[in-house]
């Protein structure tokens, strides 16, 4: 499958990574075409890099890895045109750094960044997840011992279950620890997740964990 990764941070070299080496065809997109971080990381990965346009247009689905508080202007440069009717994961976090250390959220409670993004781009189907752990945890749900969660937002009941597949599939999650949330308004939940996840990095000293949520059921819903 065709996969465009928008973001050329550790989260998209990472689940571009993964991608790859799972047999998808995966093209890095960054706001220019010469971006040095993308051409190395295409290198190291036998894939593609280009443009946000190039890449969506290259795509059968798209993952925005982008930082939250860019999200909607990396996603304007891939083109509404581009992401008409393909499934857009929504990986992306609204951390406002401007404050210094720890962020805040600059959407919240009323909002999240996932209903900004499906309002925008109406004919994409957002599927909020992976946003409330490390780059590597998404990857390799083994690096946190026991039994732990990953959640899904989204309006459309396919484009969640393909999504699944490809948690399942691809990046190695048992199907008991996806948990279907419900529309993307629950994204709000998740987003604001996001305090509570830095404080418990601080706490540990490791990003390395994950959320487990105790009583859930044993399939997925």
């Not at 798209?62 to 045109?81: D, P, W, Y």
């Not at 993307?184 to 964990?209: C, N, Q």
């Amino acid at each position: 499958m065709r996969i465009g990764v928008l973001g050329t941070g550790v989260v998209g070299q990472t689940l571009g990574t993964r991608l790859v080496q799972a047999g998808q065809q995966v093209m890095l997109g960054s706001r220019t075409r010469d971006n040095e971080k993308a051409a190395g990381w295409a290198r190291a990965a036998g894939a593609a890099h280009g443009t946000f346009a190039e890449a969506a247009a290259f795509a059968e689905a798209v993952l925005n890895c982008t930082s939250g508080m860019k999200s909607l202007e990396a996603l304007e440069a891939a083109g509404e045109g581009n992401l008409e009717g393909k499934i857009l994961v929504d990986v992306a976090n609204p951390l406002d750094f401007s404050h210094g250390m720890p962020p805040t959220l600059a959407i919240c409670n009323t909002d999240s960044l996932g209903e900004t993004i499906q309002r925008r781009f109406p004919g994409a189907h957002v599927v909020k997840t992976l946003n409330t752990m490390n780059a590597g945890v998404m990857v390799e749900p083994a690096r946190v011992p026991g039994r732990h969660n990953v959640f899904l937002s989204g309006n459309d009941s396919a484009a969640k279950a393909e999504v699944a597949r490809w948690l399942r599939e691809w990046l190695g999650w048992p199907a008991e620890a996806i948990l279907d949330l419900g529309d993307i308004t629950t994204a709000r939940g998740t987003e604001m997740l996001l305090p509570v996840w830095l404080r418990l990095m601080f706490a540990l000293g490791t990003p390395e964990f994950n959320f487990h949520i105790a009583g859930a059921p044993a399939e997925p819903r």
